[in-house]
């Protein structure tokens, strides 16, 4: 049995202590300090702490100068440890920005909601669970990501929130270009070029105002498509495969064509219908079936769902008889 996750919560309002730990319920260990200085004695003396939530305005050492001092620790575990900020409605965006440059994992807006919290302490302590190293590595790489993209996170945490309150479904969509070490071997980043302006164009067609989609990596999208059933997310991932596979390139005289791997995952799952994942756990949900999609030769969509583990384990990709659930 895995020991609980455990969670610093750092705050001078004790009722905004008691709420958090209350959100996070019995599958975390939380340990509470009313300032940053006190927190700041925590982190020290406990090694097992593994994500910290700090409010932007305390007495004594303020989260902002206690991020500063936990980014620039020589303790490795002190440094590295995921900080989500509590901010205010009163924080301006510069300062959410000065705090994002010093190091803050993520932000987190008073008043805030359980799924808010999950979210977060999910996102953010994934790669404390166990895990094959494979699986530890994908994990890390997405979560990595996420931290550097802000926006999709706060978009994703958004979605999977909106769905949950109003008993809806998001689905939430990795999408690759196929082979692309080897188009950039043979035709150089020029190509990725061309591709990328063609697959935003799809995507800007094809996606609704309430949907999202934003470049995770070289010619990498992550997708997030709000009150979205997996099915419906996998007629829109088959049109695009199609748009795309339709287009020629021409470069350097040469006609040259591309196709796109695409993982999807859902909010859906008859067996966990009341309990939601955090959006980074759909992430890496998405980034799995992305990788399967990968191994195939004609790339099919690839929807991550409870028999996915399965289906890696037992089957070959290679085999033409092999079947990936997609809705």
């Given at each position: 049995m895995n020991s609980?996750?455990?969670?610093?919560?750092?705050?001078?309002?004790?009722?905004?202590?008691?709420?958090?730990?209350?959100?996070?319920?019995?599958?975390?260990?939380?340990?509470?300090?009313?300032?940053?200085?006190?927190?700041?004695?925590?982190?020290?003396?406990?090694?097992?702490?593994?994500?910290?939530?700090?409010?932007m305005h305390m007495p004594v050492l303020n989260g902002m100068l206690l991020l500063k001092r936990i980014r620039e620790s020589e303790v490795e575990r002190i440094s590295n440890i995921p900080v989500i900020i509590i901010t205010g409605r009163e924080d301006s965006s510069?300062?959410?920005?000065?705090?994002?440059?010093?190091g803050a994992t993520d932000f987190i807006s008073k008043p805030f909601v359980r799924s808010d919290i999950l979210c977060c302490a999910g996102s953010y302590t994934w790669q404390?669970?166990?895990?094959?190293?494979?699986?530890?590595?994908?994990?890390?790489?997405?979560?990595?990501?996420?931290?550097d993209n802000p926006m999709l996170?706060?978009?994703?945490?958004?979605?999977?929130?909106?769905?949950?309150?109003?008993?809806?479904?998001?689905?939430?969509?990795?999408?690759?270009v196929a082979d692309m070490d080897l188009l950039i071997e043979r035709h150089g980043?020029?190509?990725?070029?061309?591709?990328?302006?063609?697959?935003?164009?799809?995507?800007?067609?094809?996606?609704?105002?309430?949907?999202?989609?934003?470049?995770?990596?070289?010619?990498?999208?992550?997708?997030?498509l709000q009150a979205t059933s997996a099915f419906k997310a996998n007629i829109l991932a088959t049109r695009l495969q199609q748009a795309i596979s339709g287009?020629?390139?021409?470069?350097?005289?040469?006609?040259?064509?591309?196709?796109?791997?695409?993982?999807?995952?859902?909010?859906?799952s008859p067996e966990k219908a009341a309990q939601f994942l955090t959006f980074g756990e759909y992430c890496i949900q998405a980034q799995h079936a992305l990788n399967m999609s990968l191994e195939y030769r004609n790339n099919r969509v690839v929807r991550f769902d409870e028999t996915y583990e399965k289906i890696v384990k037992s089957e070959s990709p290679e085999s033409p008889d092999t079947e990936v659930k997609v809705g």
């Open positions: 609980k996750i455990k969670v610093l919560i750092i705050d001078d309002s004790a009722t905004t202590r008691a709420l958090i730990r209350k959100y996070l319920g019995d599958n975390y260990d939380c340990i509470e300090a009313s300032n940053g200085e006190l927190g700041w004695e925590v982190l020290l003396k406990d090694a097992s702490i593994s994500l910290v939530f700090a409010d510069v300062a959410k920005r000065a705090s994002y440059n010093i404390d669970n166990e895990n094959t190293p494979i699986e530890s590595d994908i994990a890390q790489d997405v979560l990595n990501g996420l931290r996170s706060e978009f994703g945490n958004k979605a999977i929130f909106f769905a949950e309150r109003q008993q809806m479904h998001a689905s939430v969509m990795y999408i690759q980043m020029k190509l990725m070029e061309h591709a990328a302006d063609t697959i935003n164009a799809c995507l800007n067609e094809s996606l609704r105002k309430e949907e999202v989609a934003t470049p995770v990596g070289i010619g990498k999208y992550a997708v997030v287009v020629s390139f021409e470069l350097s005289g040469q006609a040259i064509q591309i196709n796109l791997a695409i993982g999807i995952t859902s909010t859906e």
